[in-house]
């Protein structure tokens, strides 16, 4: 070993220690080299294992009950039964020829049924350029624009009288839970309504048949406001279900009447007894 690595050795041994030094080089340059690693090398049958896998999973994801490509497929989904599966297919052909309500008719069945409370989102008086959000009680007039009773005390009523009207609201479906939930936000301008409208146009009692427990609606520091000028309207009806109705298709659209009975109706009917014909 010693004459091998020695300078001093036969010159006939050279070029085999200038190999030797070179493999060395090699193996610390691919050790030292980033994204140079043994696994990340052979990227070609790791490319074509890949695709293979893809076209897999798709292939799987087209079985019925297994979702499927263009929405939000859920992996490693349980086979459904035969029976489970004839359920699913007499859904699946009842709702294509089904009657749909149109996104702006679900968006006002959406505001009309919701618990009555939502987020305001206004302009801040406090920190300029910044919106303030805050939780606030409303009722849905006759054409589905949103009446509120607003304490002078208020930090978004400040920021109403101080920095200007422009506001939105966001309302959740009664019962909501999470993204599967739907969900409306309403864009515009928000304005007092004076005394002689609020009585004029019975705005009080459209806020208490709503709002039972309002007793503080008479109080002198509460004031009358209504979202006057709709800009936009944001419907998210749950996964892979949105859409931007205009503001006159919002406010020519019909609640659903249907709606009102869907809770009880369903709560009432085990979905477990359902079977195809």
């Known amino acids: 070993r010693r004459k091998f690595f020695s300078c001093r050795g036969s010159m006939s ?17 691919l050790l030292l080299a980033p994204g140079r690693s043994v696994a990340a090398r052979p990227a070609a049958p790791r490319a074509l294992a890949t695709a293979a896998e893809k076209e897999g999973e798709e292939e799987g994801e087209d079985r019925l009950g297994a979702g499927g490509r263009g929405g939000h497929a859920v992996r490693n989904m349980p086979e459904l039964s035969e029976e489970e599966k004839a359920v699913q297919a007499a859904v699946m052909e009842h709702q294509r020829g089904a009657a749909r309500l149109t996104m702006a008719e679900d968006a006002r069945s959406l505001v009309a049924y919701s618990s009555g409370y939502a987020v305001l989102s206004t302009l801040s008086s406090q920190v300029d350029g910044y919106p303030n959000g805050a ?12 009446v509120f009773v607003f304490s002078a005390m208020s930090s978004h009523t400040k920021d109403l009288s101080k920095v200007g009207g422009q506001a939105a609201l966001t309302v959740t479906a009664k019962g909501f839970e999470g993204a599967a939930d739907g969900r409306v936000t309403l864009i515009g301008d928000v304005e007092r309504v004076g005394k002689e409208q609020v009585e004029k146009e019975g705005l009080k009692e459209l806020y208490r048949e709503r709002h039972p427990n309002a007793f503080w609606v008479d109080f002198g520091d509460f004031t009358f406001y209504r979202l006057a000028s709709l800009k936009a309207v944001n419907f998210v009806g749950g996964f892979a279900r949105a859409a931007a109705p205009s503001p006159d298709e919002y406010l020519s659209a019909e609640v659903d009447p249907i709606q009102a009975f869907a809770a009880p109706v369903f709560g009432h009917r085990d979905i477990a007894e359902i079977q195809p014909r």
Do not use: I, K, N, Y
């Open 13 to 29: 041994r050279f070029p085999l220690l200038l190999f030797a030094a070179s493999l060395l080089a090699a193996g610390d340059a």
């Open 135 to 146: 939780l606030v009680g409303f009722a849905p007039d006759a054409s589905g624009l949103p």
